[in-house]
T-cell receptor, first 113, second 112 residues
Framework: NAGVTQTPKFQVLKTGQSMTLQCAQD?????MYWYRQDPGMGLRLIYY???????DKGEVPNGYNVSRLNKREFSLRLESAAPSQTSVYFC????????????FGSGTQLSVL | DQQVKQNSPSLSVQEGRISILNCDYT??????FLWYKKYPAEGPTFLIS?????DKNEDGRFTVFLNKSAKHLSLHIVPSQPGDSAVYFC???????????FGTGTRLKVLA
């Protein structure tokens, strides 16, 4: 019973490098989300996908791109990583976009040097 | 602009006593609220939610109270247990939208 799976769990990048964070859910959920967690800032929404084929910006989208590859998978890409993107990234999903709890993955800890 | 605020970064409570975690919001369009618990190195897990048509919702040891006029909600944990030690986040959303907005979290420590 995997739920929401994120890879990798840890990553260290140099400034300017690119990488993609992967997320997959096996609950047949329609909506998927990417959040970042920073000390004193809580969880902030980066991008979300209400359904397969759609993506929209959240509160802090700058410096990120996303792809909803299929119903199961939602990836987050950093094209040119910056130290300000050092954070813990969480992927989440739910069956429908609103008024329903989110299921979170275990997170990716990213450090940009 | 922090639309959902948790003004207490931390809280310590004795085992068996009541823990009260508070959350304030500024957006009057929010009509659904959730509480999440997070342990270190894990993702947040859902605890309890409440719709704006209610002012109270209970689930076992957890009760959430909503005061719409004050734009305030609180989570009560009774009795508190050491395993409740975690960071608690409140979140809010407006029906028909997709943006769950989270607070900054409160670290609860339950002392044995």
């Amino acid at each position: 019973n995997a739920g929401v799976t994120q890879t990798p769990k840890f990553q260290v990048l140099k400034t300017g490098q690119s990488m993609t964070l992967q997320c997959a859910q096996d609950m047949n959920h329609n909506s998927m989300y990417w959040y970042r967690q920073d000390p004193g800032m809580g969880l902030r929404l980066i991008y979300y996908s209400a359904s397969e084929g759609t993506t929209d910006k959240g509160e802090v989208p700058n410096g990120y791109n996303v792809s909803r590859l299929n119903k199961r998978e939602f990836s987050l890409r950093l094209e040119s990583a910056a130290p300000s993107q050092t954070s813990v990234y969480f992927c989440a999903s739910n069956r429908q976009s609103t008024n329903e709890k989110l299921f979170f993955g275990s997170g990716t800890q990213l450090s940009v040097l | 602009d922090q639309q959902v605020k948790q003004n207490s970064p931390s809280l310590s409570v004795q085992e068996g006593r009541i823990s009260i975690l508070n959350c304030d919001y500024t957006n009057s369009m929010f009509d659904y609220f959730l509480w999440y618990k997070k342990y270190p190195a894990e993702g947040p897990t859902f605890l309890i939610s409440i719709s704006s048509i209610k002012d109270k919702n209970e689930d076992g040891r957890f009760t959430v109270f909503l005061n719409k006029s004050a734009k305030h909600l609180s989570l009560h944990i009774v009795p508190s247990q050491p395993g409740d030690s975690a960071v608690y986040f409140c979140a809010a959303i407006t029906s028909g939208t997709y943006k769950y907005i989270f607070g900054t979290g409160t670290r609860l420590k339950v002392l044995a």
